[in-house]
Each structure stands twice: as C-alpha cells, then as structure tokens.
C-alpha cells in the first residue's frame, strides 16, 4: 500500500490536516467537556475508593484462609516431608471451598506444586524473588492474566515454602465491580507501562482509547515479583457525556472529509511531479540489473536532476568494470594472453571441430629454463619483464595461433595440424626466445623447452591431450632442455609406474614394508668392526625387493622421505642400542629431510626412547645441503653436534666446493666416494686424490673412511695412504640387524682369540 511515495505523501498530510481539525474541534466544546469532565472525574474517585475497600477485604479473606492452610499441621508436614500429592489434595479443597481460581504452593528452591500447565507454573515459579524478600501480596501475571495475589508463609519451624493464593482480575471480575458505580465506567487491570504519562499521577485525566476518549483514573497496584507495576484504570467514555453535541460533531465530521479528500487530491498531484523520474530511476535500475546498459533522461537541475546523472555515471562505470571483469576472467592480467580457462574451453572446442572434420590439432607446451633462478636472483619484476617478452615473441612467431599463459613460465600454443611441421614449428618458438634479450639493464640469455602432443591422436579430449604434452615437456627436460619432445605412449606408462611407485610407498609407510640393513665399517688401526652404516631396504608384497636407487628418488620429489628417514633415524638407533658401546651407527639424511623445521627433535626423540647416547649415532650428510642456505645449514649442524652427535661428509671429492664445506664446518670423518676407490689400482691419479683426502683429512683432524672397498691390494694401498676405516665386499655385503648382531660378536671373539 505505502510501496509509491506519492502514496506516502498523501497520506502524510491526510493526517496532519486531520489532527489540525481535531484541535478546533477540541477548542470548539471544551467548555461544555470541562463541565461534564468533572462531574464524571468526581464519580471515578468515588468508585477508586469502593475497589479500595473491595480489595482489601479480598485480601484480607485470601490472606486469612492462606494462612490457616499454611499453620495447618498436616499440610505443613507434607510440604516439609515432599509430599506433593497431599499438598496439593489439600490446595485442592480449600481452592474448591473458597471458589478461587488458582492455589499453589511456591518451595523454598523455587519448584511450584499445584499447577499442571508448565507456563503457569514457571510464572508461579517467578515469585520466588518476591516471596523471598518478604513480599505476600500484590498482583502478579499468571498465564498472561493479571491476578491478585496473596501468600502465607510456611514455618515447620524453619520456612518450607509458601501458599500462595489468586484471583483472577480479568474481564469478568471488572463486570462485577462496575456493577456498583453509579455510572457507566469500564474497568481493567493493566501493566503501568500501558497507561499514559498523564494518568501517573493517580488523578483522573483524559485517556483516547479504541471506543474514543475517555475520562479514566489510573490507580496504581502493589507488583507481586519483578516487572511493572499494574494500575486499575477506570474509564467513563466522553462520548456518553457529549451526546447532546452529536449534531455539532457530526458537522465538523462533514467539514472535516471534504477537507480531507481535497488535502488527498491535491498532495497526490504534488507528489506526481517528484516521483515520475524517481518511477525512472528504479525501472532504469531494474533493467541494468537484467545486463542491460541504460541511461536515464535528465530533465531538471534540482535533486532529482542531479541523481539521474549520478546514476548515469554509475551505470557506465557498471558496464565497464563488467567488461574489465570478464576479461581478466578469461586473459591473463600479467601478459594479455588468454589464460588457463580461457585455453581450455578453445581446446576442447578445437578437439571437437576436428572431429567433426577429420582433421587434427598440434598443442604445444612451453616451458622457460631456469626461471626460477631468474626471479631469485634479479627480482620478480624483471622476471614479469621477461615474461612480457616472451609472450611479445610467441605472438610475433606464430600470429594466427591461438596462445595463451598457462601460469608461471609456461605457455600454450594451439595450432591446426596442417599449419606445418610440428617439429620445425617447436624449433623455431625456441630460437626466437633464444636471441638475446636486455630486461631492465640486464642482458639475459633465455632458452625455453617444448612438449608437443598431437590431437586427438594423443588424447581426445582437452584434459588428456594436456597431461601428455606436460609428460613430452618433462622428456625434453629431462634430456638436456632447450630443445623439443613428442608425445610417446611410453611416457604415458612411465608416468603411470611412478604413480603406482609413489602409491605404493605411501602404503608402504603405513604398513611398514620397510627394515634396515647394516654394512659394517671396519677400523685399520683396532682390527675390528667400528660402526655400520644403516641401508634402507624395501620388501615389497609383489616386487619383491625394490631398489634404493629406483625409489629414494620418488621418495625425495614427493616428500615421503621425510617421514621414511624419520623411521629409520629412529630404527637404527633403537637396532644398535643392542650392540657394544664402543659400535656406531651411521644414518644417511637426504638434503630434504634436512632442509625441513624439526630433524633436531627427531634425532632427540629417537635418542631418547632407544637409551642410545648420542657419541654412537652418526649423521651422513652430503654437500647438496649447503647449495640453497648455507647459514640455516650450518645452524643445524652445530645443533646436532651440540647434542654429541657426530657428522660425516659422505661422497667427498664428487662435487664443486667440498673443500670451502670443510673450512666452514669441522666434520668428524670424511667417506671418500667409491669412484676413487674403483680406480684406485688402474689410475695414478686416483691414488694420488686419496692421499690427498687423508692427508687433508688428518690435518684438519677428522677421520677418513673408504667406501667400495673389493680386493685385499686395494686395502694395502688404504693402510699405506692412512685411511682410518673402509667398507666394502672385501669384509661384508650388507646384512640384516640379527646378522649384524652377529658379525660383531665374530669379530669380538676373533681379535679376542689372536
């Protein structure tokens, strides 16, 4: 109904005329009303004081019966003893032979007993409060009645509870009281907060009501409990009064429509002239909101004006963020290339018009070598830089295929099949990147590999065809970069057999498959076994076993060898704690297990629930570690040696700085690679690095141990260089933790003999 201003306006002074009329009808009789108004104020004061006496009598008989039930023995007993049934026989009778309405008992906790229905009782349950500090009469809401309340408390001989009396005060007891005045009043009882400001006084004053205006005294009531404070109002209406001037009332009645409807009439026409544009306004919204692109008509400089052309500005700016939106949804906001979704919808679009024709499409995935280090070392906005230029360059190379950013450094190119020689198309995407390229001051040498799979040959759908031009990509990267690989199905089961290898090393962790081997090290000047090196091996159900070399690397690109070397950390130590204390064991940690937070706590809480002491682990660790932070690498080494744990250096002599490692770290032994040691006896050379490492080894002051050792001269050679320790066939293959157990007790036994 109030939906339209103009409604809203019409109403609006429709009411303020209206109330304007009713004052000069109000100035018009109120000397007639002041005469008749109190004469009917004296009537009502008489009447007040008839309920006065009315209502102390009631509560003097409800207080006196209240009290007699709450001294009465036996209903004392039965409230003090929990009786419920018995009380309330007996609020029963006395309810019966006192015609009330309502009798309960309220106890000491608060629990009512004589009310069934659960609203009454938990507002009988209320009085608590009240009861409690001493209150026994007064009117309460009971089931959303005012009721008259009275209560006695019950002493047996400490208080039990109290008995609680009421009668209601609703619209058939009010009948019964305004029986007695000598006019004809209307009475009620209602909560103090319902009854004008003006009747607070307790006074007799002008009350508007439903029925009309009334002259009504408002007498306040004592509140049983918390809340409001109820009134009796009484009321006699002034109509009944002013009978004799209903000609005259009905006159200005008369005038007073007239000057509505013409109040109506006119305000509607007003309001015509400022809700029209606004009527614009909103069905103009209703249709931008539908996509369309609207503007509305301007027609005035004032408000109105003045917010039609602010809606116009809004809706153009609407329009353009939608169509910015729906671009960077579908391009790339760092190269304006299509992206990733964008390609994708194309490509399966393609796929299926090949089919349809017959013919096929060439995708081809390209990824830029080294990246990675580019952004690290130069920063990521010369990398953006970089990118930009690529992008410039695919484009420029191929201008009619479709090319997009897939994300990162990788991108896309789709071409019909019989474009060109795929392969030659590959070769020239990769020397167009190849030509120089000067990014902010630096001059950068970029090549970039390519994955090329052929559709639907390849794959028949979008999905399939792009996993199988990433396994091309991965083959070029794989041999060498910088240059270009099809799709082979080969590469589609490798891939599957390396997702079958990491499945199978993730149940593999859960079901432990795993144990570890032991390959002594023996020590050339004690003539015995000095420690063992921990070797993981894997028994699988159906392979049987299953090559380190086949899968520590799966284990490392996927981070499985974290929670693996964390087993075998703790295997080992808990193996060797049944050794000798004069036996270590060497434990190799993989560069990504090092490199991940908490591989002190590991080592410590292997240590300790095994009782091995930390003298007897041995940590084997190779240079890679020290390629990515060299300070965070260090910190952790000083921390394990810190708990006593000793640190080895395994491969040595393999890699490109080995010698700036020992300067910045003094490690306990060094294991010469067996690649020299192969050698050992065939090359002069091989000789000469070995006496070298020890030599360098003894200077520094850690010790030097030989791996791959095979024959007896290569162990003379070792003696002769002052090797401390070698390992090898020549002395034992690796063996299982009972063999282990045993070889250490051979050897103990043997030197013990000699």
Known sequence: MFRHIRTRLAVLYAGLFALALSLVAAALYVVVARTVENQVRSELVASSTVFDRLWAMRSRELGNAAGVLARDFGFREAVATGDPRTAASALVNLRARLGLRMAFIVNVDGSVVGIDDPRLRRDGGALW???????????????????????????????????????????????????????????????????????????????????????????????????????????????????????????????????????????????????????????????????????????????????????????????????????????????????????????????????????????????????????????????????????????????????????????????????????????????????????RGHKLAVTASVGIALGPTDGADGDTLLKNVDLALARAKEEGRATYRFFEAEMNARAQQRHQLETDLRRAIAEGEFELHFQPLFDLDTHRIGSFEALLRWNHPRRGQVPPAEFIPVAEETDLIVPIGNWVIQEACRQARAWPEDVRVAVNVSSVQFRRPGLQNVILQALAASGLEPRRLEVEITESIFLESLDSTLAVLHALRALGVRIALDDFGTGYSSLSYLQSFPFDKIKIDRSFIEQLLTRSGASAIVRAITDLARALGMETTAEGVEDSEQLALLRRHGCTSVQGYLFSRPVDAKAAKALVDASRGARAAA
């Open 129 to 439: 409060a009240a009861l409690d500090r001493g209150q026994t009469s007064g009117v309460a809401s009971l089931g959303g009645v005012p009721h008259q309340v009275v209560a006695a408390p019950i002493m047996s001989p400490t208080l039990t509870g109290w008995v609680v009396f009421a009668t209601p005060l609703g619209a058939s007891e009010m009948r019964s009281f305004e029986q007695l005045s000598a006019i004809p009043i209307t009475a009620s009882v209602l909560d103090r907060r319902a009854v004008e400001a003006s009747l607070a006084t307790g006074r007799p004053g002008k009350l508007s009501a439903p029925d009309g205006v009334s002259i009504a005294l408002a007498k306040p009531l004592g509140r049983m409990g918390e809340g409001a404070p109820a009134v009796l109002l009484l009321r006699y209406p002034v109509a009944r009064a002013m009978a004799a001037w209903l000609p005259l009332q009905l006159a200005m009645a008369a005038t007073g429509l007239i000057g509505l409807l013409l109040l109506v009439f006119g305000s509607w026409r007003l309001s015509l002239s400022i809700t029209k544009p606004i009527s614009a306004l909103d069905q103009a919204a209703q249709l931008m909101e539908e996509g369309q692109i609207v503007e509305v008509e301007v027609g005035t400089e004032d408000e109105i004006g003045r917010l039609a052309r602010s809606f116009n500005k809004m809706a153009t700016g609407i329009a353009e963020r939608e169509r910015r939106i729906a671009q960077l949804a579908f391009n790339d906001s760092l190269t304006g290339l299509p992206n990733r979704a964008f390609f994708r919808q194309q490509l399966d679009l393609e796929l299926q018009q090949a089919r349809h024709r017959g013919g096929g499409v060439v995708l081809f995935c390209l990824d830029l070598d080294g990246f990675r280090g580019i952004n690290d070392t130069l920063g990521h906005s010369v990398g953006d830089d970089l990118l930009r230029l690529v992008a410039g360059r695919l484009q420029a190379s191929l201008g009619d295929a479709l090319t997009a950013r897939l994300g990162g450094d990788e991108f896309a190119i789709l071409l019909d099949r019989g474009h060109a020689d795929p392969g030659a198309v590959a070769q020239r995407l990769i020397a167009a990147l190849a030509e120089p390229a000067e990014v």
